[in-house]
């Protein structure tokens, strides 16, 4: 965990903690089975050992975001595509309050598809 501790502690704030906030958000949402995790250089949140999502600060934007592993099924105008092929990211304003209610509903609607993908193997 020292990589993963010592991502957070080394961002400058406001971004540290907003990046700290989310992580809270995201464990809540399953917190027997989400756990962080530390992944190609970058703070990952795994449900049941599969990737769910990861936080970054976008470079262009100079904002903290959420990308979701599972978004195929995720549509939302503040979602972004951008360069990935299956991940859409949430920026987040840290220097606003996170929008929770659509954090969270973007959070429960991932982790149902990765549910469902889950129970297909």
């Not at 990935?84 to 973007?106: A, C």
Request: aromatic share 12%; charged share 25%; glycine share 0%.
């Amino acid at each position: 965990m020292k990589a993963l501790d010592n991502f957070y502690n080394t961002q400058p704030e406001p971004y540290r903690s907003t990046l700290l906030a989310l992580r809270d958000i995201i464990l809540a949402v399953d917190p027997e089975n989400i756990t962080p995790e530390w992944k190609y250089k970058l703070p990952f949140f795994c449900y049941k050992g599969k990737m769910f999502c990861y936080l970054w600060v976008h470079k262009k934007f100079q904002q903290p975001y959420v990308s979701f592993v599972h978004s195929e099924e995720l549509t939302h105008p503040l979602l972004l595509l951008e360069k990935r092929d299956r991940m859409k990211i949430l920026l987040i304003d840290p220097n606003d309050d996170i929008p929770l209610k659509l954090l969270q509903q973007l959070l429960h609607a991932s982790l149902k598809t990765c549910k469902r993908k889950l129970a297909k193997r």
